[in-house]
């Protein structure tokens, strides 16, 4: 039986930890739960299949012994880099949720329905999980690729600011009453700022390199020409992406409609005349990747835009390491 399995959650105070523990209960996935965080949150209660969890303190000899066949980990990129090996070592496959392992070649970085044969090989005992902004744009991308061949990619983010954790959902809560930041270097109530982590020597941010090298690495395109401009939006949960692909063959755009409402996991919204197209306050609170607005680029031979939407901390992490989970759980003898 599943319950039998012992699966550990580490970070579960923290907003995607708390949402990997609604996101396991909404599925129905029982077992064994052991939740972490750090020593402030150790001692506290979280409800969780209907009782009470008491959160234990992520320490290094937390996971030798224990029987652990599982770890869901979202932490800090510092605290996966420092805890993850110990996890494995102890015989958990680690599903990570930081940015600290998705580029390592030994470390698959799955989305579900776009690339599940990563899993048959997990070398590290680490799973990564892609960046939230990558999430949603490499499954209708995928179904792209295979269909026509892409050529290039232009990327263009409006996120929200829960993708910047408690704090960045703080600051906007905060800035419209008028306090100053904490979190962000500017204001972002009633504001964008064209700035997601820490700028790089070649003039992207972090955010945006990361959106390139993983949409490579999960497309299986090291060589694939991608560009990203990554904007914070004061928006609490949702985010919005515009996308310019260049195909590698003619299109018709009903049959791109069709090809998208046809690919799992994508839900269509695109009918401009009477308004309807995906936006954030939508897409909040549920689990689909969401496309719209999609119509031909008539500047480049084989054009095509198209708008997307997800919830970033749903699709964009808790509910695809949960799905990543479920792929490994399908090779379970139960």
């Known amino acids: 039986m599943l319950s039998r399995i012992r699966i550990a959650v580490v970070g579960a105070t923290g907003m995607v930890g708390r949402m990997f523990l609604r996101v396991l209960e909404e599925r129905g996935i029982e077992a064994d739960y052991t939740l972490f965080a750090s020593a402030r949150s150790a001692g506290s209660q979280l409800t969780f299949f209907g009782k009470e969890h008491t959160v234990h303190e992520l320490t290094e000899d937390c996971f ?6 599982y770890a869901l980990f979202s932490a800090g990129g510092s605290i996966s880099e420092r805890f993850a090996p110990l996890a494995a070592k102890a015989g958990a496959i680690v599903i990570d949720n930081s940015s600290c392992w998705r580029m390592n070649p030994d470390v698959p970085l799955v989305v579900p329905e776009v690339n599940p044969e990563a899993l048959n090989s997990i070398p590290l005992g680490i799973v990564a999980n892609p960046n ?8 209708p991308l995928k ?7 892409i050529r290039r990619i232009v990327y263009s983010t409006y996120q929200a600011v829960s993708g910047a954790g408690q704090k960045g959902y703080q600051d906007l809560e905060d800035g419209l009453c008028g306090a100053l930041p904490k979190k962000f270097p500017h204001p972002i109530a009633n504001n964008c700022i064209p700035h997601i982590d820490v700028f790089l020597p070649n003039g992207n941010t972090k955010e945006e390199q990361k959106m390139i090298d993983e949409t490579r690495k999960i497309l299986n395109r090291p060589n694939l020409r991608v560009t990203a401009t990554c904007v914070r939006v004061p928006v609490f949960h949702g985010h919005s992406e515009s996308i310019n692909v260049e195909l590698n063959k003619p299109y018709e755009v009903e049959d791109v409609k069709s090809l998208f409402a046809r690919t799992e996991g994508v839900i269509v919204r695109d009918d401009p005349a009477n308004n309807v197209y995906p936006m954030p306050i939508d897409a909040a609170g549920t689990d689909p990747v969401y496309v719209g607005r999609i119509r031909r680029d008539e500047s480049v031979e084989n054009g095509l835009n198209f708008w997307c939407v997800a919830d970033n901390i749903r699709k964009g992490a808790a509910t695809n390491a949960v799905q990543i989970l479920q792929e490994l759980l399908k090779g379970e003898k139960l």
């Open 143 to 149: 179904a792209l690729d295979d269909a026509y061949g």
């Open 132 to 139: 939230c902004s990558t999430i949603q744009a490499v499954v």
């Open 64 to 69: 030798a012994g224990q029987g652990f066949r």
